[in-house]
């Protein structure tokens, strides 16, 4: 549906030129919901600006539903424009207008008559769950309620493809989740595709089903949402990772494992770091390693979420029993696909 190839985009700065953009290549097929995440600065904005038609790359080509973007002159590229619905972090709408009558501006460019227009604001302020609001001004409404405001109008003109621009960074986690669910609801229902522009890895677990990581310009690492959370590559992935499910663990919880670990013969006491992730994680591993291995095992701290409906994060234990009972229940524990690593230097660190 999108194919972004070799996009360059370089500024002139006060300074000498900017390289925002370093030669993206990317694909986003019909009817997924794609995430692409970045720090400050990373580029998004000006990717997005590059994915909307706003900005002509420096180089290389955008295409949408295989046709390319970057030739097309002036006029037919605001035509174009309009298969491209987007929603902005901070709603833009117009505080002069009701609920319905921002929903209905863009059919107002567009030329469409009162009739028509009203025919298709309705459906619209029902999917968004604001018919009974559609009177009210904008500042007689939410935050949340003005991006449903914004989802509709980015629907208004029944685009192929809505850009979701940081979206639900203005917004706290209960009304993001309610945004986002939506956004899911909308791709579902009418199998529209959404890109999902963000700086936050929680609105790319919630609802994206693939993921591209850009970092200085470059896309560094792309790929399932479950396959890039469960064996990220690059250091700004993990980074962003640690932020939902994070790997340090917490003092107390290491002065735990240090007197679990003193407490232990040598070689039949061991601090256990599990990473799950998909498939696998909901056989029953724990109740397995005392039954079949007979070790002993306390829970020291967890975080077990969920991506795209599979089980995904770490559980830290610590595990007691024969020296091979143990080697053998980690070594089932790998077979099992979990990503097993020892406790050691965290222990020392105590
Ligand atoms: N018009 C411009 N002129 C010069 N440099 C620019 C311009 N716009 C962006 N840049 C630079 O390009 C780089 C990428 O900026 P961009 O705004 O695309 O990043 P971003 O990931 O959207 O950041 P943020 O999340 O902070 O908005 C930055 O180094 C920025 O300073």
Redesign the pocket.
């Known amino acids: 549906m999108i194919e972004l190839r070799g996009i360059t985009q370089t500024?002139?700065?006060s300074s000498g030129p900017?390289q925002?953009l370093r030669g993206i290549d990317l694909e986003v097929a019909a009817g997924e919901v794609f995430g692409i995440i970045?720090?400050?600065?990373?580029?998004?904005?000006?990717?997005v600006r590059v994915i909307n038609l706003l900005n002509r790359p420096t180089a290389g080509q955008v295409l949408v539903d295989g046709r390319e973007m970057t030739t097309l002159p002036e006029a037919a590229l605001r035509v174009a424009r309009r298969e491209i619905g987007i929603v902005f972090q901070h709603f833009n709408v117009l505080s002069s207008r009701t609920v319905y009558d921002n929903v209905a501006l863009p059919l107002e460019i567009a030329g469409l008559s009162d009739g028509e227009i009203k025919k298709r604001v309705e459906p619209l302020l029902d999917l968004v769950g604001l018919s009974a609001l559609a009177r009210r001004h904008p500042s007689q409404i939410s935050g949340g309620q003005k991006q449903r405001v914004g989802i509709a109008r980015a629907l208004a003109n029944r685009p192929k493809v809505l850009l979701s621009d940081e979206a639900t960074s203005a917004l706290d986690p209960e009304t993001t989740r309610s945004i986002l669910g939506l956004l899911r609801q909308i791709n579902q229902e009418f199998g529209l595709t959404i890109v999902l522009i963000t700086?936050q890895m929680q609105v790319i677990k919630q609802v994206a089903e693939r993921v591209a990581v850009?970092d200085a310009?470059r896309i560094v690492e792309q790929g399932r949402v479950i396959d890039v959370f469960s064996k990220p590559q690059h250091a700004t992935t993990r980074s962003l990772i640690e932020e939902i499910v994070p790997q340090e663990l917490p003092d107390s919880v290491l002065a735990r494992l240090r007197t679990l670990m003193g407490a232990s013969p040598a070689g039949e006491g061991q601090g256990l770091r599990l990473a799950f992730a998909g498939d696998g994680a909901d056989q029953p591993l724990l109740s397995e390693l005392v039954r079949r291995f007979g070790l002993d095992l306390s829970i020291l701290h967890g975080q077990i979420d969920e991506v795209q409906g599979q089980p995904f994060g770490t559980l830290a234990v610590f595990a007691r029993g024969a020296a091979d009972q143990l080697q053998a229940g980690i070594a089932h524990l790998r077979q099992a696909g979990v990503n097993v690593q020892p406790l050691v230097q965290e222990a020392a660190h105590v």
């Open positions: 500024y002139q700065g900017v925002a970045g720090r400050s600065g990373a580029g998004k904005s000006s990717l700086h850009i310009g």
